[in-house]
């Protein structure tokens, strides 16, 4: 029978209903062809349980033929969000002491969780953003958050009270959590394997460098117009960045695209049993709780999700340690005004873009090399740099540490950030890039339940790090985190023997 008219125009029908998701991780078109064949296409177009795909390699509702243009413009849209959403937990950092002031509070507990309990509304948060995410695309949830991470930012401005200053808080990094957990998916659909670590590289500046410029930025600000034009300021830039997503967003989750492609093959044929090849057949509501429950499977019953989300919130949690103990050491040990002190957490600047640098230049390139070799990438050829960061993360603590301790030159204990922060970024950078490549289509909810963990770590340490280095003093402070960092040594070389295995075993589709 003759192919029909509109088949090119519309999408590719396949026989191959159960076409397994194996073969097509929804980024991949090389991957795709393994799906749906040519023949296949042209026989069984009149089969009213046949699939609809791409319309073949060059399809422009394929993310990956995107123009450049669009793909780089989205990506730093992405990258923007992931950079001012992460400042702004850490921004409002060296006006605490004014706030505290202000609403005649001298609890040291709660001047921490001021600053933390943003970042534990960042851990929850993808834990909904992330499966609905999957379920009604990207696009639609951005917007949301968007306007809830803007909407609350006006709130914590407007604060009557601290305790309504910490719930906006709370709410402003909870809706503000999508796009740095959804944005590297989002990349993810748009970019090959082979070329994701160059865009992760620009993405990944964000949630590691917006931390460390936010307190630089909020201690000149707050000193010079008061302590809520901080949360002005991350107002006006999240509104205007929001605005630009707006109008120039586009849909990326490839499920969602090929159902929309179906919906119109269904009209233009008259076949309303047809469905596209990554259509599990699930009823809406039973997706929407496989999407909920999906993020809390990988946590507990993937090895690979476990462990790695471990790891990130020990490394992650150490980065707002030390933004809890940075201020208190320069001004106290050194003599520097709030505004310098601020301006120490540059250390940690100047190590991340070191970090990227390391990454972006070894990462892509191993990707390709073993690509040419053997015709695929396995994804724990992105963990090969992590020993690096495993050694850098606690030879900086133990520098930084001991040389504040010692009151040694100013720059000492900066070059000591530094180098946790090349540290922190080549291994947060790292997990990241494997966790997209190893859970590819459910990469979003792999990254959720890592945030969830992660942010945990990064909201509940720095409650203890005044207490821990009030006791044991900068010096040893520091060295137990070390000591610490020392005991997950082996963790990298675990993934590289055992990752594939564990892959395998607990594949992501049984569980």
């Known amino acids: 029978m003759a192919p029909d008219a509109n088949q090119h125009e519309t999408g590719y029908i396949s026989s191959n209903s159960e076409a397994p998701m194996e073969h097509f991780d929804g980024i991949s078109n090389e991957a795709h062809e393994n799906v749906v064949g040519s023949q296949a296409r042209l026989s069984q177009l009149m089969d009213p349980d046949a699939t609809v795909s791409w319309d073949g390699d060059d399809d422009p509702e394929n993310p990956h033929n995107w ?55 960042l851990g929850i948060g993808p834990l909904l953003f992330a499966p609905l995410s999957e379920i009604y695309g990207r696009v639609i949830i951005y917007h949301i958050s968007n306007l809830g991470f803007v909407a609350f930012h006006v709130a914590c401005a407007l604060a009557p009270s601290l305790s309504s200053l910490i719930a906006f808080r709370f709410f402003a990094g909870f809706f503000g959590s999508c796009p740095p957990t959804n944005g590297g998916a989002s990349i993810a659909d748009m970019v090959p394997q ?15 460098f917006g931390p460390v410029i936010g307190p630089v930025a909020g201690g000149f600000l707050s000193d010079a117009a008061g302590w809520r034009w901080v949360f002005w300021l991350v107002t006006i830039a999240g509104g205007a960045i929001s605005i630009v997503v707006l109008f120039l967003a586009k849909e990326t989750y490839a499920p969602v695209i090929l159902q929309r492609k179906v919906v119109r093959l269904r009209q233009q044929t008259g076949k309303p049993h047809l469905r596209h090849v990554l259509d599990t057949g699930l009823s809406p509501v039973a ?29 992650y949690g150490y980065l707002y340690l030390m933004f809890s103990s940075i ?3 320069f001004q106290e040990t050194y003599g520097f005004t709030p505004n310098l002190a601020g301006l120490a957490f540059l250390g940690l600047g100047v190590g ?13 390139r191993q990707v390709k090399k073993q690509i040419e070799a053997t015709g695929s990438a396995k994804p724990e050829i992105r963990v090969q740099t992590v020993p690096i960061g495993n050694i850098l993360l606690p030879a900086g603590l133990f520098i930084y540490g001991w040389t504040a301790e010692y009151h040694v030159h100013w720059i000492a204990p900066i070059i000591g950030m530094a180098l946790v922060g090349i540290g922190n970024i080549i291994i947060f950078m790292s997990i990241v890039l494997y966790l997209i490549d190893a859970f590819t289509v459910y990469s979003a909810s792999a990254l959720a339940a890592n945030t969830v963990i992660r942010s945990l770590g990064g909201a509940f340490l720095p409650l203890a790090g005044l207490s821990l280095f009030a ?6 402070g520091n ?6 960092a020392v005991g997950l040594l ?20 049984q569980l």
Do not use: C
Request: charged share 15%; aromatic share 10%.
């Open 67 to 121: 123009p450049a243009w669009r793909i780089n413009t989205y990506a730093a849209l992405l990258s923007l969000l992931a950079f001012l959403i992460p400042l702004a937990s850490s921004i409002i950092a060296p006006a605490v002491p004014a706030i505290m002031e202000e609403f005649g509070s001298d609890s040291t507990v709660l001047s921490a969780l001021v600053v933390s309990i943003y970042v534990l509304g």
């Open 490 to 509: 082996p963790v990298p070389f675990l993934f590289l023997k055992y990752g594939e295995m564990l892959r395998r075993r607990y594949d992501i589709k």
């Open 352 to 364: 991340s873009i070191i970090g990227i640098a390391v990454v972006s230049l070894t990462s892509d």
């Open 479 to 484: 060295s137990l985190l070390g000591f610490i």
């Open 327 to 329: 201020t208190q050491v």
């Open 471 to 476: 006791r044991l003093g900068v010096g040893w």
């Open 287 to 315: 997706r929407l709780k496989l999407s909920f429950v999906r993020p809390m499977k990988l946590l507990v019953l993937s090895p690979i999700g476990a462990i790695s989300a471990i790891y990130m919130a020990v490394v």
């Open 194 to 208: 082979h070329r994701r670590g160059v865009f992760m590289a620009g993405f990944a500046i964000g949630p590691v």
